[in-house]
């Protein structure tokens, strides 16, 4: 079992920046995948970002690459993610969720993700 955590999301005008974090607690041993999710009202949870256990591969969704940076840190058998969000959208509004998949390989599918996090809101305005 691995307990997700996430924070940093906040209101921001267009234009601007804010970073997320990630805190995996539980068997943190284990190569996860990580990712970033996130959901708008209404509409379903789309993939934003992924990073490798290693952190040498990242994939971008094409609506924040270029924009968005995903890393990660895996000292001392704990995870941390981040997501460094720069030149913000009113699209980029919505509740961001971290996610865990035992897979090994990039994926974008949510379902292939196991373990998730309660989310936190971005607000960006315009």
């Known amino acids: 079992q691995v307990h997700l955590v996430e924070s940093g999301g906040e209101m921001v005008q267009a234009g601007g920046s804010l970073r997320l974090s990630c805190a995996a607690s539980g068997r943190t041993f284990m190569r996860y995948t990580m990712a970033w999710f996130r959901q708008i009202v209404g509409k379903e949870r789309e993939f934003v970002a992924a990073?490798?256990?290693?952190?040498?591969?990242?994939?971008?969704a094409d609506s924040v690459k270029g924009r968005f940076t995903i890393s990660r840190d895996n000292a001392n058998n704990a995870i941390n993610v981040y997501l460094q969000m720069n030149s913000l959208k009113p699209e980029d509004t919505g509740v961001y969720y971290c996610?865990?998949?035992?897979?090994?390989?990039?994926?974008?599918?949510?379902?292939?993700?196991?373990?998730w996090g309660q989310g936190t809101q971005v607000s960006v305005s315009s």
């Open positions: 996610a865990a998949s035992t897979l090994g390989i990039l994926t974008t599918h949510r379902e292939r993700y196991t373990y």
């Open positions: 990073i490798s256990w290693s952190g040498g591969n990242t994939h971008y």
